[in-house]
Nanobody
Framework: VQLVESGGGLVQAGGSLRLSCTASGNIFLINHMGWYRQAPGKQRELVAFLSRSGGTNYADSVKGRFTISRDNAKNMVLLQMSSLKPEDTAVYYC????????WGQGTQVTVSS
């Protein structure tokens, strides 16, 4: 299964972006999914979790600003990011909650102050 993330870019603080994750297989309905990010010099961290049944959970740092969702028709997992802050700057990845798929290339999000 190949994961492909897109939608990143350069945005000013306070702005919004929507990230998309597609997969070569229909995995999003059978796996708990997550959006992760890795900032320079830091470890990759889980920022948003989506269960198979649709439940969600978020890292405290993004709670209230990010929303994870699934588009079953398009076989995508999405991350809507609002009120972006410079500290959200990172490469964003999707993977299962168990991180048992090969990581994609990620999508760069850069938030300027």
């Amino acid at each position: 299964v190949q994961l492909v993330e897109s939608g990143g870019g350069l945005v000013q603080a306070g702005g919004s972006l929507r990230l998309s994750c597609t997969a070569s297989g229909n995995i999003f309905l059978i796996n708990h999914m997550g959006w992760y990010r890795q900032a320079p010099g830091k470890q990759r961290e889980l920022v948003a979790f989506l269960s198979r049944s649709g439940g969600t959970n978020y890292a405290d740092s993004v709670k209230g600003r990010f929303t994870i969702s699934r588009d079953n028709a398009k076989n995508m997992v999405l991350l809507q990011m609002s009120s972006l802050k410079p500290e959200d700057t990172a490469v964003y990845y999707c993977n299962t909650y168990n991180q048992d798929l090969e990581w994609g290339q990620g999508t760069q999000v850069t938030v300027s102050s």
